[in-house]
């Protein structure tokens, strides 16, 4: 399978994002654009823990759901959750009824409220955005997990914060802009404005530096193998057939 499909539309779109008309829909205005709002980052950090161990596309169907059943991911309401509110989203079949992952969630609305007092969520998790982001040519060239990653992923369970793992913080950081690993060839890539775009000589370079330090710093952890914008234990970073574990 290409990593890239030109769509009948003419436009070019990594081969995850090509068929399903929600993943395409999705890609071509959400994901990799900036999120710079309280609500907007602490529902996408739920949804990505929600989403380890199953694939994207079934968390965007269920979206509405969680956005419903979640009281559209306000902080303030969810840190007021308490028994009840906990068997009720166990019994909700619309959303994923994991208790794990519900406490979760729970547990990090009131770690963002605390984080308020120094700067805020928004201002922690961009404070990781690095000086450089990848150009991939190929679904192998994305790393799953970086220096960055691991360093938000440290400082959020520090700040009380939970399934927040270097994989899933890397994911968080595509979803909301602060890397661009759309592909060179992508119709999307340099879209969001954070990042230029990039003409394939420089992204030749870019690739090479980010492998050179990948090999000598994690290149386990930085291999390609992948969660399908989110990890695979198979390789594969088709973004919705395989899935992601922190």
């Known amino acids: 399978m290409s990593d890239v499909v030109v769509g009948e539309d003419g436009l070019a779109r990594p081969a995850w994002a090509a068929r399903d008309p929600l993943l395409r829909e999705y890609y071509d205005t959400e994901w990799g654009m900036p999120v ?21 596309a079934t968390i965007l169907r269920k979206r509405p759901a969680f956005r419903e059943a979640f009281a559209g991911f306000d902080p303030d309401a969810v ?5 009840a509110d906990v068997a009720r989203l166990l019994a909700d079949a619309g959303i994923v009824r994991n208790r794990a992952k519900i406490l979760a969630t729970i547990t990090n609305a009131r770690a963002t409220i605390a984080l308020r007092e120094d700067g805020g969520l928004v201002e922690l998790v961009w ?3 690095p000086v450089a982001t990848p150009a991939p040519r190929t679904i192998e060239e994305i790393p799953t997990r970086s220096p960055e990653s691991l360093a938000l992923s440290k400082a959020l369970r520090a700040r009380g914060f939970v399934f927040v793992g270097p994989v899933t913080m890397r994911a968080l950081m595509e979803a909301v802009g602060i890397i661009d690993t759309h592909l060179v060839s992508s119709h999307r890539r340099g879209s969001s404005g954070v990042w230029p775009v990039l003409g394939h000589d420089t992204a030749d370079r870019i690739v090479e530096a980010t492998a050179e330090a990948a090999h000598g710093t994690d290149g386990a952890q ?20 395989s899935t992601r574990t922190t």
Not at 36 to 56: K, P
Not at 79 to 83: G, H, L, P, Q, T
Not at 225 to 241: E, L, P, Q, Y
């Open 36 to 56: 710079r709002d309280e609500r907007g980052m602490f529902e996408r950090i739920s949804l990505e823990a929600f989403q380890s161990g199953l694939s994207w």
């Open 79 to 83: 840190a007021r959750f308490d028994d």
């Open 127 to 129: 404070a990781h955005q």
């Open 222 to 241: 930085a291999s390609s193998a992948s969660r399908t914008g989110r990890g695979s234990a198979s390789g594969s970073r088709t973004k919705t057939i």
